[in-house]
């Protein structure tokens, strides 16, 4: 198994950046893809990005193309998701996600270990 857990989390005016981590521990974190994924109040939770075992392939969805990038540092068991101009619409809770299937993808179902989310409110 694999435990995660996010930080980095906070208020942000538009236009501003954050970045989010996501600390793993437990079973071999370079054998995982990782995933983020949010959800606004009222919203579904919706895909964000991913990023393959290695580090040398990503996917995001297309609100965020451009402004976030996913990166890892295997040695560090960490996933990161930098956020760049933020959007009043990019608020919401956070989570990264852990799939033993090892290739990036933009199904939660995909996803076996979740961490317990961090929230991202940007004031217009």
């Known amino acids: 198994q694999v435990q995660l857990v996010e930080s980095g989390g906070g208020l942000v005016q538009a236009g501003g950046s954050l970045r989010l981590s996501c600390a793993a521990s437990?079973?071999?974190?370079?054998?995982?893809?990782m995933g983020w994924f949010r959800q606004a109040p009222g919203k579904e939770r919706e895909f964000v990005g991913a990023?393959?075992?290695?580090?040398?392939?990503?996917t995001y969805a297309g609100s965020v193309k451009g402004r976030f990038t996913i990166s890892r540092d295997n040695a560090k068991n960490t996933a990161y998701l930098q956020m760049n101009n933020l959007k009043p619409e990019d608020t919401a809770v956070y989570y990264c996600?852990?799939?033993?299937?090892?290739?990036?993808?933009?199904?939660?179902?995909?996803?076996?270990?979740w961490g317990q989310g961090t929230q991202v409110t940007v004031s217009s």
């Open positions: 996600a852990a799939s033993s299937w090892g290739l990036e993808s933009s199904s939660s179902k995909e996803y076996g270990y």
């Open positions: 990023i393959n075992r290695s580090g040398s392939s990503t």
């Open positions: 437990g079973r071999t974190f370079s054998t995982y893809a």
